[in-house]
T-cell receptor, first 112, second 108 residues
Framework: EAQVTQNPRYLITVTGKKLTVTCSQN?????MSWYRQDPGLGLRQIYY???????DKGDVPEGYKVSRKEKRNFPLILESPSPNQTSLYFC???????????FGPGTRLTVL | QKEVEQNSGPLSVPEGAIASLNCTYS??????FFWYRQYSGKSPELIMF????GDKEDGRFTAQLNKASQYVSLLIRDSQPSDSATYLC????????FGTGTRLKVLA
């Protein structure tokens, strides 16, 4: 089944404890992206990657890091999480030249 | 700051009516626009994309783009209770900007 998977789906952590949210897609998509969704602020792009080793900032990159070492994986790293990073995070992917982004199931992160 | 703006709603329409969802954008350089539907607790799913001025139809859905007015809309004909969801308007090709979403309620 073609899909985007994210792990973990739910995470409660404490301020300053480094964490990684993984994202993997099995559709051989070149483009991948991370978003956060907050009430009243909508869906905001954090980082995106057009292909392996090619990443760029979205609208709200502060406090996040990404890497794209393999085509299928695009992990989101929070080096020192803070409470304002409490949010619902979505990973998405799409094929080069295509318009449709396929979203993962989301990761709900709470930083205490 | 590039923005996409939508009325948060809720927009309530009776079953069988036409639902009209609207969106404006600030970046005149934007080329591609899209509508995603998001059910409560679920991920966004693409409904339609549009990049040319005018109308684009797909089943019960019609997207309209007016670049001069920087305006995108989505019409849902014969609305069904299953259409009740939040509709996200967005723009971009690699770097994407989404609106905050319009909550649609279709009343049976």
């Amino acid at each position: 089944e073609a899909q985007v998977t994210q792990n973990p789906r739910y995470l409660i952590t404490v301020t300053g404890k480094k964490l990684t949210v993984t994202c993997s897609q099995n559709m051989n998509h070149e483009y991948m992206s991370w978003y956060r969704q907050d009430p009243g602020l909508g869906l905001r792009q954090i980082y995106y990657s057009m292909n392996v080793e090619v990443t760029d900032k979205g609208d709200v990159p502060e406090g996040y890091k990404v890497s794209r070492k393999e085509k299928r994986n695009f992990p989101l790293i929070l080096e020192s999480p803070s409470p304002n990073q409490t949010s619902l995070y979505f990973c998405a992917s799409r094929a080069k030249g295509d318009n449709e982004q396929f979203f993962g199931p989301g990761t709900r992160l709470t930083v205490l | 700051q590039k923005e996409v703006e939508q009325n948060s709603g809720p927009l309530s329409v009776p079953e069988g009516a036409i639902a009209s969802l609207n969106c404006t954008y600030s970046d005149r350089g934007s080329q591609s626009f899209f509508w995603y539907r998001q059910y409560s607790g679920k991920s966004p799913e693409l409904i339609m994309f549009i990049y040319s001025n005018g109308d684009k139809e797909d089943g019960r859905f019609t997207a309209q783009l007016n670049k001069a007015s920087q305006y995108v809309s989505l019409l849902i004909r014969d609305s069904q209770p299953s259409d009740s969801a939040t509709y996200l308007c967005g723009a971009g090709t690699y770097k994407y900007i989404f609106g905050t979403g319009t909550r649609l309620k279709v009343l049976a």
